[in-house]
């Protein structure tokens, strides 16, 4: 399974982005999408997660703010930010579990809100 993220950037406090992560490859079937994020310093932890049924979880700290979402069709999971804060910052990584729970991570893209 390949993954290609996008959508990060430097965004203003109490601003908003979009990150899309996109699988693609052949022999699979996509049971769990998730978002990562690692700040520098810190190890990496849990955002959010998605089933393929659409039953989502989140991290305490990011309640409320972000919202995952999915397009099976299009083996694709989406994380959008909204009210972002400083502490939002770090690299935000894709991370998808086949129903063989083989896991496989995207490259990463950096997320920094900052004035």
């Known amino acids: 399974v390949q993954l290609v993220e996008s959508g990060g950037g430097l965004v203003q406090p109490g601003g908003s982005l979009r990150l899309s992560c996109a699988a693609s490859?052949?022999?699979?079937?996509?049971?769990?999408m998730a978002w990562y994020r690692q700040a520098p310093g810190k190890q990496r932890e849990l955002v959010a997660a998605?089933?393929?049924?659409?039953?989502?979880n989140y991290a305490d700290s990011v309640k409320g703010r972000f919202t995952i979402s999915r397009d099976n069709a299009e083996n694709t999971v989406y994380l959008q930010m909204n009210s972002l804060k400083p502490e939002d910052t770090g690299g935000y990584y894709c991370?998808?579990?086949?129903?063989?729970?083989?896991?496989?991570w995207g490259q990463g893209t950096q997320v920094t809100v900052s004035s």
């Open positions: 991370k998808v579990t086949d129903t063989w729970n083989n896991g496989s």
């Open positions: 490859g052949s022999g699979f079937s996509i049971a769990l």
């Open positions: 998605i089933t393929r049924g659409g039953s989502t």
